[in-house]
Every structure is written in C-alpha cells, then in structure tokens.
C-alpha cells in the first residue's frame, strides 16, 4: 500500500507564513502526496507553487467552526476555485444540524457545490461534536447535497477521527460517498487501518511520518 497517494499533506494553523505553504508544497512534491491542504489564503500561493506537478490544492472554508453564513462560505468557494483550487473542504453548520434545520444544512452545501461545479466537495461533519444518530442525518444530507466526500473532522475539535465514527459514516454512505479520515492521524498504523476499513483519503500534518517511520514533519501540530 502506498500512503503517500492517499495523504492530503495539511498546514492550517492561524501562523502559518506563506514560507510555510511553500514548504508544505515542496514536501508534497517531494514525497508524491495526493494534495495540500491549505486555508483560503494561501489557495492562490500553493496552486502556483504546484502547477508543474501531479500535486492537487484542496482549500478549507468556513473553517474550523462552521458558523459562517451560507453566502459567505459559497463566496469563499468560488473564490478559492478562481484562485486555483481543485477541491473544497467545507464545514457545515454544526449548530444547526443540531437543531435539525436539515434543510438549511443541505441548502448550504448545494450552493457550496453549486459555484465549484465539477470541483471535489469534502464536508466537514466534525464528529466530535455529534451523536451517532447525528452523524448519519449528517452523512444522507450531504448525499443529497451533491457532497463528493464526507470527512471526519477540522482537527481543531475535541477530537479527530475515530475507527468507532468511520464505521458510522462507512456503513451509512457505503459507495455513495468517499470519506475523508483526518484529525490526529499521526502513524503509519492508523493511517493503514482506516485506508483498509474504506477511507479514501487521510488528512494529516504528519504526512513525512507516516510514509518514512522516523522522519519527523516539519511543522506538526494536532491536525
């Protein structure tokens, strides 16, 4: 099994300098990552800094809490597209899944999806925050949204990615949606365990440690 091409190599902490995406980006073509995974701001940076490579730009919005207003996160979106993204890591409304305002929930990611077009939608569930029977309400409306994946976590929750939510999502969505696995996934181990249970893809800021054991990331932090 080759990790590295299931790794979208993360830096999104509040300090990070553009030196940092650059560095980020250069260890993704490095050591054949599927993508970074960047806050809007730097979307325009890291696609320059990968257009010769095999590399995708994956750009998070609304992120990490998700209580942005609809217009803003799709706003958001269809700028980072403009700017190079190849696909969008959205939270949803954590607040008002919980109020089961579903309909605003699936409205808010189809108009997300709707200003990428054919670019990969990622929708943040944040399982940590959610009961089982809320993440599976959460895993059928992004379905019906037009979500591309469904993903664990921002890592800047109470926790990440757990083998007890996968299964959750794993079961509810079965082929019809890809799951994204991210939130302290820091070894090889756990990265090959979920991958194995049906994780499409791992999003993690330990990427050179999971495919070289030993190796430490240059900027690690809980992601």
């Known amino acids: 099994m080759d990790l590295s091409h299931y790794i979208d190599h993360t830096l999104l902490k509040a300090t990070a300098t553009p030196q940092d995406i650059v560095n980020l980006c250069n260890e993704a073509k490095k050591y054949h990552f599927y993508a970074v995974c960047v806050n809007s701001c730097y979307t325009f940076l890291a696609a320059n800094e990968l257009k010769d490579s ?3 730009v994956a750009t998070v919005v609304g992120f990490p809490l ?11 979106a269809e700028q980072c597209i403009k700017d190079g993204s190849d696909e969008i890591d959205m939270v949803l409304n954590i607040g008002f899944l919980k109020a089961k305002l579903h309909k605003s929930v699936r409205e808010e990611i189809s108009a997300v999806k709707e200003v990428i077009g054919n670019k ?3 929708v943040i569930l944040e399982t940590c925050y959610l009961t ?4 599976k309400i959460a895993c059928q409306i992004a379905k019906r949204a037009g979500a591309d994946f469904i993903k664990t976590s921002t890592g800047f929750g109470t926790s990440g990615a757990t083998e007890h939510t996968l299964k959750i999502m794993i079961a509810e969505v079965q082929d019809s949606l890809q799951i994204k696995a991210s939130g302290g996934i820091k070894d090889a181990e756990t990265a090959k365990k979920y991958i194995e249970m049906g994780v499409s893809r791992i999003g993690t800021s330990s990427g050179i440690t999971i495919v070289l054991p030993g190796k430490k990331d240059t900027d690690e932090h809980t992601y």
Request: aromatic share 0%; hydrophobic share 30%; proline share 0%.
């Open 54 to 56: 095999n590399v995708k």
């Open 66 to 76: 998700g209580a942005n207003s609809c217009h803003s996160k799709a706003c958001e």
């Open 120 to 122: 990969v939608l990622k």
């Open 132 to 135: 089982d029977d809320e993440i």
